[in-house]
């Protein structure tokens, strides 16, 4: 490896969420700090425990060493960097930067495109299990969710369930779904034939997409990332799609999002919604972020980074298969995050979430509730750090927790 994902990075004391919030937060979302003798193993808020890339520090830095930091143009190397990603790392063609727009956050996009596609009290179909992020939102907006669960398949792989999403559309008069792809919290990355099949059916009774792809650089194996928006001319023209950096090069504290939107009408609407604030404008510092993160240097580190969170997944998968038999999990195809079933162990030994997570938390394995998920008995656990802390996880999770 050209790039470190070995070295273990302290981050206590350098305002990280994951580490310094340990049994100060939320009780019902941050986990407690853990028991003397225990160190923590940040395992539960959807970032990672790597060094950024060496491109965006050196990015920022650079702008930094200039003193003056008023209001500024957006640079057209910024657009440039997005539409190169996405056309070497997604096959995308035909992309402009008058198609590209920034938000803040994926979740301020998502909220922008509603207030296009929908009026206030208006029902959204949404695939569970869900993001949190997307439950909070769309109910503090006053949006009425409505549920299409995913299933399992014969071989624990989580399906989306055509017929129920089709009822569900007809019976609750729904005009928006929202498509996260790959899945969040599952792990799915979905084939082609999948989407087109979703697509197909928002056509048919003309439902508007709302497509959040942030986690989709995040893919291990041989799989790849379909843009919802590239399996139909239909599809193109009635998907919002939103991503950012932050996933994939570790930038959430530094704020910055985008969508691509190629449909006029649907464009200037969206970015009208965006504009109300008057604060969804580019941070200066993130935009450099980008561009450092989209650079030669950039693809290199993101390659290798797949490579190493393939290698934890394995490890965690198989590590369940072997020592906790009734666990359940399906090996995420995207994302670094597992979800994990605990049904049957809670059956079979009479314990309940409650009683498995503080369990975890006392001896430093910090993963987080999967219920705020609607997994009913699961925990949802990060993968993005040192295959050491992984291992070191497991173990404590076997000495411990699982006996």
């Known amino acids: 490896m050209k790039y470190d994902f070995e070295s273990i990075m302290d981050r206590r004391g350098r305002d990280a969420i994951a580490v310094d919030s340990l049994g100060k937060g939320n009780p019902s979302f941050t986990p407690r700090a853990p028991s003397e003798g225990f160190d923590s193993i940040p395992m539960w808020v959807a970032d990672m425990n790597f060094p950024a890339c060496p491109s965006i520090p050196r990015s920022i830095t650079e702008r930094v060493q200039h003193p003056a930091y008023g209001y500024f143009e957006v640079r057209d190397e910024y657009y440039e960097r997005i539409i190169k990603w996405h056309s070497e790392r997604n096959g995308v063609t035909g992309l402009s930067a008058e198609m590209i727009g920034y938000e803040n956050g994926v979740l301020g996009g998502v909220l922008s495109a509603l207030g296009v596609f929908c009026s206030r009290g208006d029902s959204v179909l949404v695939h569970s299990p869900t993001y949190i992020g997307f439950t909070g939102s769309l109910q503090n907006a006053g949006y009425r969710i409505v549920h299409s669960p995913l299933q399992r398949d014969g071989n624990g792989v989580w399906r989306m369930d055509l017929a129920d999403m089709e009822d569900k559309i007809l019976k609750n008069h729904i005009h928006t779904a929202i498509f996260c792809s790959p899945h969040n919290p599952c792990g799915r990355v979905w084939t082609r034939e999948e989407i087109l099949a979703f697509t197909e059916l928002c056509r048919k009774y003309d439902v508007y997409i709302i497509s959040d792809e942030i986690w989709s650089d995040i893919i291990t194996g041989d799989r790849k990332h379909i843009p919802t928006q590239s399996v139909s001319e239909d599809a ?114 009479g314990r309940t979430m409650d009683e498995i997570l503080d369990a975890c938390w006392k001896v430093g394995v910090a993963v987080q509730d999967g219920r705020p998920f609607h997994g009913a008995a699961h925990f949802r656990m990060n993968l993005a750090l040192p295959l050491s802390r992984v291992k070191e996880a497991f173990d404590r999770l076997e000495r411990y927790v699982f006996v």
């Open 236 to 349: 193109r023209n009635r998907t919002a799609a939103f991503y950012a950096p932050s996933k994939t090069f570790n930038l959430a504290g530094l704020v910055g999002a985008y969508h691509i939107i190629y449909d006029p009408w649907i464009r200037e609407r969206v970015k009208k919604e965006s504009s109300l604030s008057h604060y969804n404008n580019v941070n200066l510092l993130s935009m450099y972020a980008l561009i450092g993160a989209y650079s030669p240097e950039g693809y290199e580190w993101c390659d290798e980074l797949r490579e190493v969170l393939g290698q934890n997944i394995d490890y965690a998968c198989s590590f369940i298969d072997r020592h906790f038999p009734d666990l359940d999990v399906m090996r995420p195809e995207g994302t670094y995050m597992l979800f994990v079933d605990c049904s049957g162990y809670c059956k079979k030994n």
